[in-house]
Structure formats: C-alpha cells, structure tokens
C-alpha cells in the first residue's frame, strides 16, 4: 500500500482557515457583497448556533458556482440500509456481555461503495434528539461515482484499517491512510474514493457537539495531540454539468436527491468549521521526552 499524498493542507485545530483556488475568489472585507467575484454564490454552513459566544462559533463561508439548494426533493433512499439512528429495544438488542469482533468480511460483491458498506454495530441515544453516539464499520470494494454522501445528524470520525480513502468534500481533497483519522463534520458533502481497492474500517459518529482537544491539565503546555500537527485541506473546485446524487443520512434514515452539476463546486473558502485529519503517529503520550525534546 502506498503512502503518498498529493494534496497540500493548511496545518492547525480550530483556526480561521482560508483558502481559494483562483486568484481573488474570495471577497476581501464583506462575507456577502452584492456581486461576489468571478459571479460565485455565497453560502455559509454552520456548525453551531449562530447565537452562541464568538469562543464556540463555528461556521464557514463558500463561493460556489451554483447554490448547493440546486437540486430535486429527497426521496428515501431505495436501498436496503443498517444504519441505526435511535438506540433503544425496539431497534437495538441490549447485552450487558463484553464484546469483540474479527475484522469484518469485505464484500464479495463487485460494487459496493462506501455508502452502501455502512453498517451500525452499536451505540447509545438517538440522533433526533441530538443526543449520544453511533458506531458504524465500512466495508468497501468500489469508489464512489457521481453520488456524495452527508450526515445531518453529527460528526464522522473515520478510522481506515485497510487501504488509503481519498476523500473529496466541498472544501477540497484529503488521503487518510490506515494510522490516520479524520472528521468530516455535520453537514458537510465528501465522497470517497478506493486508491488502494477493497476497503474497511470504523467510524464513529457523535450526534451532541464537535470533537474537541482535552485540556492538558498537569502535562503542561505541551503533549498528546498538538494542534499544528492536524490538516485541513485547501480549496479545489470542479465545474461539471452531469448527473450527481447526494446521500444524506437523517434521523438515523438515508435520503437521497438527483442535481445536474458536481457538489464539489467550491472556489474559495474562509471559516473555523471544515473537515481535517491527523496522524496518529504524532501523538506524544504525556508531553514523553523519548518522542519529543
């Protein structure tokens, strides 16, 4: 399996990110001027309640080609799913028994992609409610064509075990090998290709807040995971007029709606809410000078 990785990142946790891949695509002073450059749309994602303190504000702003609004209603998905969204005995069966697997079958089927090769092994809450956490395994052997793929109910944290996934989303490109994670927030579009060809791993999915680093308390400044060592990627747009169909998965449910141009049209970008990754070969167990002095 190859390590290489040919997209370039903006490096940091939580910081005010910008990023525009056309000179001046993005607006200097205004978040919405009447006529934003190069004729783009302006959108912005929100990540939390636009009420809350500027310290927990999270959002982003996007020049688009065309509104990400442009697209027809959201059927159900026609597809058998396992996704579960409410955790309780009429979904779940309840055991107070430890419990541990063998890595999970890959498919023998020639196309499944990585929505299709979703499934829920556990978790806790209900997705409705804004409240717990889902875990979910993927087991892939196709990349994904012309579909895109968001969660309205919380944050992905994607933990690959076997083969690299290149990730699009609407802020640009991502490689995330085995030994690396990423989050792909609430909202936010990605689609997942298969560099490496059959594919698996974990995911975990948080329906309250955002991932957030521990204080480090008596550690001191330094230790654990340090916020430069994470990437965000930069912005990489492309302008297409084909058939896309956007998976979205709400209240635990899959729906899906058919639009004639790319989601992946972003041209400029500016915000703290974005998606990133990390690797977890850079983690220092308390501040451990064998690792780092």
């Known amino acids: ?72 209603p959201f059927e159900p998905y026609n597809k058998e799913s396992h996704m579960v969204g409410t955790f309780d005995t009429r979904t779940t069966e309840p055991t107070p028994t430890q419990i541990r697997w063998l890595p999970f079958d890959i498919p023998n089927t020639e196309h499944v992609d990585f929505i299709d090769g979703l499934h829920t092994i556990g978790g806790a809450g209900d997705a409705a409610l804004k409240s717990g956490l889902a875990v979910h395994i993927y087991a892939a052997t196709a990349s994904m064509n012309k579909r895109a793929f968001s969660s309205s109910d919380g944050d992905f944290l994607i933990v690959p075990q076997q083969g690299r996934l290149d990730i699009t989303t609407e802020f640009g490109s991502l490689i995330v090998a085995p030994n690396e994670i990423a989050v792909i927030q609430r909202g936010m579009r990605f689609s997942v290709a298969l560099p490496d060809g059959p594919s698996r791993g974990y995911m975990l999915e948080i329906f309250e807040n955002h991932f957030e680093l521990p204080d480090l308390g008596p550690i001191g400044a330094n230790g654990l995971a340090n916020p430069r060592d994470f990437k965000t990627p930069t912005a990489k747009y492309e302008h297409t007029n084909d058939e896309w169909h956007i998976v979205n998965k709400y209240q635990g449910e899959l729906f899906v709606a058919a639009q004639d141009h790319s989601p992946y049209d972003v041209v400029a970008w500016h915000g703290n809410y974005a998606p990133y990754k990390y690797d977890l070969a850079n983690f220092a167990v308390i501040n451990s000078v064998s690792f780092d002095h």
């Open 1 to 72: 399996m190859s390590t290489s990785d040919q997209y370039i990142y903006q490096s940091g946790f939580g910081n005010h990110f910008s990023s525009e891949a056309l000179p001046g695509a993005l607006p200097v002073g205004q978040n919405t001027p009447q006529v934003c450059p190069y004729g783009l749309y302006a959108e912005q994602l929100s990540g939390t309640a636009f009420t809350v303190a500027r310290s927990s504000n999270q959002r982003t702003w996007f020049y688009r080609i065309r509104p990400s609004v442009m697209h027809r």
